[in-house]
C-alpha cells in the first residue's frame, strides 16, 4: 500500500519562499493563509561563526493524525495513501482540528468559513504529476515519494541520511521528514 | 466567523461555562433527589439548569463557521465534541421533563410518577456530569497545547461547573419564596401569574440553605488548591512550552485576570459562603459564577499557546491579515 511521504533536504533549501508562492497560486488562498511557510532560524553564533537556516513546514499527514479524529463531523479524512484533507461540504468550521494540529498546518478560511490544509496536491497526483511545491523548488530541496517502497528516492534518502521528524514526540508519525 | 480565527473565542468559553454550569445544576438537583430524603431543588433551579445548556448550545453554534451545518456535529462518533454534544442533547431533554415534575399543570401527565422521577435522577447524575466535565476533556486531549494538555483540566472544570452550578441553585432558593411572597396577593387561580407562582412558591428544604453553601465553598476550597497545583506543575514541567504557557498566568498578560478569578471568584465566595448569612451567601455565589466565567475565558485565551515550530512564530507574525491600507487603496 502506498504511503505518500515527502523529505526536506534543510541542507538544500535557500529560503526563497518559491514553494510558498506555488502554493499559494495553485490553491487560490486568500492573502493571510499560507500552507508551507519556509521559517528562517537564525543568524546564530558570533562573527565569522554565523549560521543562518530555514525550515520548510507544511502538514506532515500524519501517520496517526491527531486533527481527524476529533473532527465531528468526519470532514477530515485519511486516505489510505496516508493523505489528510478536509472535505470543505461536511466542514462546520469549528476548529477543533486547528487546536488539535501541533503543526500549524490547518488555517481557518474566512472566506468560506471552513478550515483548509495542503493536501499534498491530490488532484496534481492523480494526474501522475508532482506536489506543486516539489515541482516549483529549484534547489530540489523537496523530494516527494512513496514511502513504503523501498526503491523510492524518498525512502533511500531516509535510509542513507540523518533524518527527524518534527514533534515525533507527540507519537503523531508525521510522513514528512527533514534531513539536517 | 466573519474574519480569520486560528483560535477558539470568548463564545466557546461562554458556551463552556453556561454547559457546565446547566451539568453541574442537573447533578446536584439528582443528588438531592436520589439521597435528600424527599427534597428537591427549587423548580426555577431545575428549569434553568437544562436552560443554561440550551444557551451554551447558541453559543456554540454562534461559534461556528458554518452554524447553518450545525448539525453535522452529531456525525462522528469518534469525536469528543460529538459525544458532548449528544450528551448534552440527552441531558437537556432528560432535565427538562426531570423540571417538569413539580410544574403544577395536569399537562404534565407523569408528575405523580415517583419512580419516574429517580429514573430521571439517575440520567440526569451521569449525562449531567458528563457535559460539566467534558470541555476539560476535550482540551486536555490538545496535544499541541501546553496549557491544556493533561488530566488536570478535566478535574478543573469539573469542580468549577460543579462550584456555578450549586453557585446558580442557591441564587435560584433565595429569589424563590421572596417572589412568591411578593406575589402571593396577587394570584388568582387560572392566570397567567398563577402558574407563575407555581415556578416561584415551592420552596427547598431548610437543609439545602445549610448545606449547599458548605458544600459550595469545599468545591472552591479544591479549585483554589487545584488551580495552584496546577500552574505549580505546569509551570515546572515536562516540556519549556508549559513552563512559558504558565508563565503567562503567573506574572504575564493574563496573569491580572487570573489573580481577579482567584481572589474575588474564588477566595472571596469561600469566605462569604462560611458567613451564617443569607446575603453574604448569596453575595458569594454571584461571586462565584462571575469568577467561573472568567476562568473559562482564560483558559480558552491560553490555547493560543502552542508548540511552535522554530522561526515560526515570528514567520507568522509577519503574514498579511489582509486589513493593510494599502490593499484597500484604488490604484487605477
Known amino acids: 500500500m502506498t504511503r505518500y511521504a515527502m523529505v526536506m533536504d534543510t541542507r538544500r533549501c535557500i529560503g526563497c519562499q518559491s514553494c510558498t508562492v506555488a502554493c499559494k497560486i495553485h490553491n487560490e488562498l486568500p492573502i493571510d493563509i499560507v500552507y508551507n511557510p519556509v521559517t528562517t532560524i537564525g543568524p546564530t553564533g558570533t562573527f565569522p561563526d554565523l549560521t543562518l537556516s530555514f525550515l520548510p513546514l507544511i502538514c506532515m499527514h500524519c501517520g496517526n493524525p491527531p486533527c481527524v479524529d476529533v473532527c465531528p463531523t468526519t470532514a477530515s479524512v485519511q486516505r489510505e495513501d496516508g493523505i489528510v484533507h478536509v472535505v470543505d461540504s461536511k466542514c462546520v468550521g469549528c476548529l477543533s482540528c486547528i487546536m488539535a494540529c501541533p503543526y500549524g498546518a490547518r488555517q481557518h478560511n474566512h472566506e468560506t468559513g471552513t478550515v483548509s490544509k495542503c493536501d499534498f496536491c491530490k488532484d496534481r497526483l492523480e494526474q501522475g504529476k508532482l506536489p506543486h511545491c516539489v515541482a516549483t523548488c529549484h534547489q530540489k530541496a523537496r523530494i516527494f515519494g512513496d514511502l513504503h517502497d523501498p526503491e523510492s528516492e524518498v525512502s533511500k534518502l531516509i535510509k542513507n541520511n540523518r533524518t527527524v521528524q518534527l514533534l515525533g514526540e507527540l507519537n503523531t508519525d508525521p510522513s514528512v521528514f527533514y534531513i539536517y | ?332
Open chain 2, 1 to 332: 466567523m466573519s474574519t480569520k480565527h486560528q483560535n477558539w473565542g470568548w463564545m466557546l468559553a461562554v458556551d463552556f461555562f453556561f454547559a457546565g454550569m446547566g451539568g453541574g445544576m442537573l447533578v446536584i438537583a439528582a443528588v438531592v433527589e436520589l439521597f435528600g430524603g424527599g427534597t428537591r431543588m427549587s423548580l426555577l433551579g431545575n428549569l434553568l439548569g437544562p436552560a443554561s445548556m440550551c444557551i451554551g448550545c447558541g453559543f456554540l453554534i454562534l461559534e461556528l463557521g458554518k452554524p447553518l451545518r450545525a448539525w453535522r456535529v452529531f456525525m462522528n462518533p469518534k469525536a469528543i465534541l460529538t459525544f458532548g454534544a449528544w450528551m448534552m442533547s440527552f441531558a437537556i431533554a432528560s432535565g427538562f421533563v426531570y423540571a417538569a415534575m413539580a410544574v403544577p399543570l395536569n399537562l404534565i401527565f407523569w408528575r405523580e410518577w415517583a419512580m419516574l422521577g429517580k429514573c430521571l435522577a439517575v440520567v440526569n447524575l451521569v449525562t449531567g456530569l458528563v457535559v460539566a466535565t467534558y470541555p476539560g476533556i476535550l482540551l486536555g486531549r490538545l496535544k499541541g497545547r501546553p496549557m491544556w494538555v493533561g488530566p488536570g483540566m478535566m478535574a478543573l472544570f469539573m469542580l468549577s461547573s460543579l462550584a456555578t452550578g450549586g453557585a446558580l441553585h442557591y441564587l435560584c432558593a433565595q429569589l424563590m419564596p421572596v417572589l412568591g411572597t411578593l406575589l402571593a396577593p396577587m394570584l388568582i387561580p387560572g392566570s397567567a401569574l398563577f402558574f407563575l407562582s407555581g415556578v416561584l412558591v415551592p420552596v427547598p428544604d431548610a437543609v439545602i440553605w445549610r448545606v449547599l453553601p458548605g458544600g459550595i465553598a469545599t468545591l472552591l476550597l479544591l479549585q483554589l488548591l487545584l488551580w495552584s497545583g496546577y500552574l505549580w506543575v505546569k509551570q515546572s514541567g515536562a516540556t519549556a512550552a508549559e513552563a512559558a504557557s504558565a508563565q503567562r498566568w503567573i506574572n504575564g498578560n493574563l496573569s491580572l485576570a487570573f489573580r481577579c478569578f482567584m481572589i474575588l471568584g474564588t477566595i472571596a465566595p469561600l469566605v462569604l459562603m462560611l458567613l451564617p448569612m443569607q446575603a453574604a451567601a448569596a453575595l458569594g455565589a454571584v461571586l462565584v459564577l462571575l469568577g467561573g466565567v472568567t476562568m473559562r475565558l482564560l483558559t480558552v485565551r491560553s490555547g493560543e499557546d502552542r508548540t511552535f515550530l522554530p522561526g515560526e512564530q515570528k514567520y507568522r507574525l509577519r503574514l498579511p491579515t489582509g486589513n493593510e491600507e494599502f490593499l484597500h487603496k484604488n490604484w487605477l
